[in-house]
């Protein structure tokens, strides 16, 4: 048992259930709870031959390690993960030369420096599935890891999206630039804004922790500094508000190739 993993809340457990039913050992569910969600949640989960476990409150809090199972959780096994980012890059590189020209696409990156929030790390992982990031980076200090309270908050991205945690934060991103990706770091203190930069080619984007910002070196190591326009008295924004700001300026300006 130690060498599974615990998903809980609907979202989670649903998003293992869609893309690989066969990694759930088994599921409990709270038979006081009879509507029509979880209803149709059972249904899906009985459709697909997963073992269903009754288990009251308590019992699902403790699995958890707190309280907001919504009424599920699951016990499921590590799915097969690409073992470094050099490999998911190469392999990005060859599946792009596989394909015809014009559908082809640049890879997107989110690194994040500093983001010990397991809450943060998670809206930021749900926020990089949306806008179709290949991959989110972080330095293995002073960074928040994958556990359940990240799965639960990323509502299943922590299943879809490639989460790296790095040594050498500057290293690796010496080492992005080396493969063609422009790295752009976010500053309030930089002269452009976001929607003057070109983010149509292979990028990644780099935010740090509010109030912080990025360290040093980070800032140094990146091509291009850019900053969010802030309109009225706050000053900053929270990670994964900026996270999804960046991103999906990334991606409207792809849809318009």
């Known amino acids: 048992m ?10 989670a457990v649903e998003v293992r259930l869609k893309t690989a039913a066969a990694s759930i050992v088994e599921i409990y569910y709270e038979p006081t709870r009879r509507d029509v969600r979880m209803r149709q949640f059972l249904d899906r989960a009985r459709e697909a031959g997963v073992r269903l476990i009754e288990a009251d409150g308590i019992r699902l809090s403790k699995l958890c390690g707190g309280h907001g199972h919504q009424g599920v959780a699951a016990r499921v096994q590590a799915l097969e993960q690409v073992h470094s980012l050099d490999e998911l890059l190469e392999n990005l590189e060859a599946s792009q030369l596989a394909l015809p020209v014009e559908k082809r696409f640049a890879p997107l990156i989110l690194v994040l420096d500093g983001i010990t929030d397991p809450h ?5 992982l749900r926020v990089a599935d ?8 972080a330095p293995k200090d002073h960074a928040a890891g994958i556990n359940a309270t990240v799965a639960k908050v990323a509502s299943g991205a922590a299943q879809t999206v ?7 934060l500057a290293r ?3 080492e992005l630039k080396e493969r063609n990706i422009w790295v752009i ?12 930069a070109d983010l149509r080619g292979p990028v990644a984007l780099v935010l740090g922790s509010e109030g912080n910002g ?9 091509d291009q500094l850019v900053r969010i326009p802030m309109m009225g008295a706050v000053e900053s924004l929270n990670v994964s508000v900026a996270s999804g700001v960046c991103l999906f ?5 792809r849809s318009t190739v």
Do not use: W
Request: proline residues 2%; positive net charge.
């Open 172 to 174: 690796t991103l010496v």
């Open 2 to 11: 130690s060498s599974h993993q615990v998903l809980f809340g609907f979202h």
């Open 162 to 168: 490639p989460y790296f945690m790095v040594t050498n």
């Open 120 to 124: 943060n790390l998670g809206a930021c």
């Open 249 to 253: 300026e990334a991606l409207r300006q």
């Open 214 to 222: 990025m360290r040093q070196l980070t800032t140094k190591t990146c």
């Open 130 to 137: 949306g806008a179709g990031v290949h991959a989110v980076i």
């Open 185 to 196: 770091g976010t500053s309030d203190v930089a002269t452009q804004t976001l929607y003057q």
